[in-house]
């Protein structure tokens, strides 16, 4: 949530930082701002949508050589023009834009106001303005510290002045942050795709790290001062990934890259045997025997991500496995001990509950492991162990192909960990691995079925509430499916076991009302039917998601959404790709802004 977007060069840094602001509305925000320097320091900000900006600054261009932008999801105060950033102290000459929160926002705030400081905003964003130009002696990286050593929280700032106009100065504590390096000119943003149409060479700033911009280069050093020598990484990412691609939403379009992000995930990391290598897995047989349980810890997808993962350990290492929302992991007392695998999954690795879970591990001298789709992110620096997605750029705020990437990360590592253990044998190891490499065919099979996702969503467009059934691992997607629907629809969704169904919510099943039955599992297939069956007997309407060959299915739904033939422990993978493009044509039959669906933010850097 939130983006951060700079520029130091030669061209007019307005058009490059709306620009870069653009490439950063995947992230979330309520409002947006940026502030040009040219001997003064203008600033132009509008509540809601980037073409409120661009309206204003058609009216009132900004010109100069030097600025910085900010896209605002709200924490402190509600979306307004006043709230929005940049934020600038009484006399303009400190500009700061700032992700994340400065959690003792309310003390520096009555510390201010006891000396006489007056707000323009309700914002903890702004104190740090008061506080930069309070802190100023003739050295802004010098004002930029102190400042940092006074503001509690996890967050990204960036300021500049016109005490020292040539100069940006950065500093990252917890959020994200890069530098882009180009040709005689400098960018900053929240995230690579910002800025990689003009530059493949970047500086990841890391945490309690302070950047200093100039057209010429950037300089790296702790906060405290001392200088880093920080290798530049180069970027191979096709910038056209970052395009629709003739989609016409970047949600449809990463869904219909899922076959090859399966392609990409496997790549190199496992045989037609099911021996599986995973690089940046440092630990051995050994640690692996001895494992007495998995915790896996997310939020959101990547939570639903990890009940399937839970089942998938359980079964496959024998072992405990529990998943936990990291928010409450984090508050729960957990009892973690160093025989067990701390599993992190965050698609971004910038989550903010997910980080602060993840550090629980040390903590109780366990290890832990990340599973994230950014290399060189927060979490991928904490881990012990990494397990790298390779989903590419993901736009849409509604994960898909993300989701799918961490998929079949738990399948590996289940395989890699089950071998070490004795508790997979070579031929359900082969035949788990044959049904990952057949699986990207798979998905192009229910992809090319997208015409009965769209009669489904006719039935459904106009509901009240929906309500998503399964059983075991049908039961995870059925999460997922509930969560895709109502995030980008705002369809009223339910999810829940098919059991228990007829412990209280059956009193909501009426006439009409929808109901989405998956039905992979053939060890619980019976009871699922069980479950259709007191759907129907209300006047519900029942759609299912079943196998090619099932054929008593059609006896008990409405309509069915075909999936190929495969090993049930591998369902879960191609079930939840109809669950997608329903949810995708229900918002698009309603009229919603599916790739930024209200309220809702890419990249969660707050807890």
């Not at 054929?551 to 669950?579: F, S």
Request: hydrophobic letters at 45%.
């Amino acid at each position: 949530m939130c983006g951060i977007m700079g520029y130091a060069g030669p061209q007019e840094a307005a058009p490059i930082i709306m620009d870069g602001l653009k490439r950063l509305e995947y992230r979330g925000y309520d409002s947006a701002g940026i502030a040009i320097g040219n001997g003064t320091i203008k600033v132009t900000k509008a509540e809601g949508k980037i073409v409120n900006l661009e309206a204003l600054l058609e009216g009132e261009p900004s010109n100069g050589k030097i600025g910085i932008g900010h896209t605002r999801w709200a924490t402190h105060g509600p979306p307004s023009d006043a709230n929005a950033h940049p934020h600038a102290d009484p006399s303009g000459e400190f500009v700061v834009v700032h992700n994340g929160i400065i959690e003792n926002f309310q003390a520096i705030r009555d510390e201010l106001a006891a000396h006489g400081s007056e707000f323009a905003s309700d914002t903890d964003t702004e104190l740090l303005a008061h506080l930069v130009a309070r802190e100023y002696d003739g050295d802004l990286a010098d004002a930029v510290r102190r400042t940092v050593a006074l503001s509690e929280g996890a967050y990204a700032m960036v300021v500049m002045s016109t005490r020292e106009p040539e100069k940006i100065v950065a500093v990252r504590k917890i959020s994200p942050l890069v530098i882009g390096l180009g040709d005689g000119e400098t960018f900053l943003a929240s995230d690579i795709p910002a800025v990689l149409h003009h530059t493949r060479d970047f500086l990841i700033i890391e945490d309690d790290e302070m950047v200093i911009v100039t057209a010429e280069g950037a300089s790296v050093e702790t906060i405290a001062g001392d200088p880093i020598d920080r290798a530049v990484t180069h970027i191979d990412w096709d910038a056209e990934q970052a395009e629709k691609g003739g989609y016409e939403h970047f949600m449809l379009k990463e869904i219909y890259e899922q076959p090859d992000v399966i392609t990409e995930t496997l790549g190199g990391r496992i045989s037609e045997e099911g021996t599986v290598w995973l690089e940046d897995i440092e630990f051995d047989d050994a640690y692996i025997a001895g494992l007495d349980r998995v915790w896996i810890t997310a939020c959101g997808t990547a939570y639903h991500a990890g009940l399937i993962g839970q089942e998938i350990f359980r079964r496959v290492l024998r072992i405990p496995a529990n998943v936990e929302y990291a928010h409450e992991l984090r508050y729960a007392d957990p009892i973690i001990g160093p025989s067990e695998l701390l599993i992190a999954i965050s698609q971004s690795g910038e989550t903010a509950d997910t980080l602060a879970a993840a550090r629980i591990a040390p903590e109780h001298g366990s290890r832990m492991l990340a599973i994230t789709n950014v290399v060189g992110s927060t979490l991928s620096r904490y881990a012990d162990d990494i397990l790298y997605t390779r989903a590419g750029p993901e736009i849409s705020v509604a994960s898909t192909k993300a989701y799918m990437a961490m998929l079949i990360a738990q399948y590996l590592l289940a395989l890699r960990l089950g071998a070490a253990r004795g508790t997979v044998d070579r031929a359900r190891a082969q035949a788990v691995a044959h049904g990952l490499h057949l699986m990207p065919a798979a998905i192009e099979e229910v992809l090319r079925r997208e015409d009965q996702a769209v009669v489904a969503a006719e039935r459904i467009v106009d509901a009240e509430d929906v309500y998503f059934i399964g059983r075991g691992l049908d039961y995870a997607i059925a999460m997922e499916g509930s969560l895709k629907l109502k995030e980008i629809s705002y369809l009223h969704s339910e999810a829940m076991p098919a059991g228990e169904l007829k412990h209280g919510t059956l009193a909501l099943i009426t006439e009409g009302v929808p109901v989405v039955a998956i039905i992979t599992q053939r060890a619980v297939y019976s009871k699922t039917i069980s479950a259709i069956q007191e759907v129907k007997a209300r006047g519900g309407k029942v759609i299912a998601v079943a196998y090619d060959t099932d054929t008593e299915i059609e006896r008990h739904a409405d309509m069915v959404l075909r999936i190929p033939e495969m090993n049930d422990l591998l369902a879960p993978v191609a079930a939840v790709v109809p669950l997608q493009l329903l949810a995708y044509h229900v918002a698009r039959l309603r009229g919603h802004d599916i790739d930024q669906p209200r309220n809702l933010a890419k990249s969660v850097t707050v807890e």
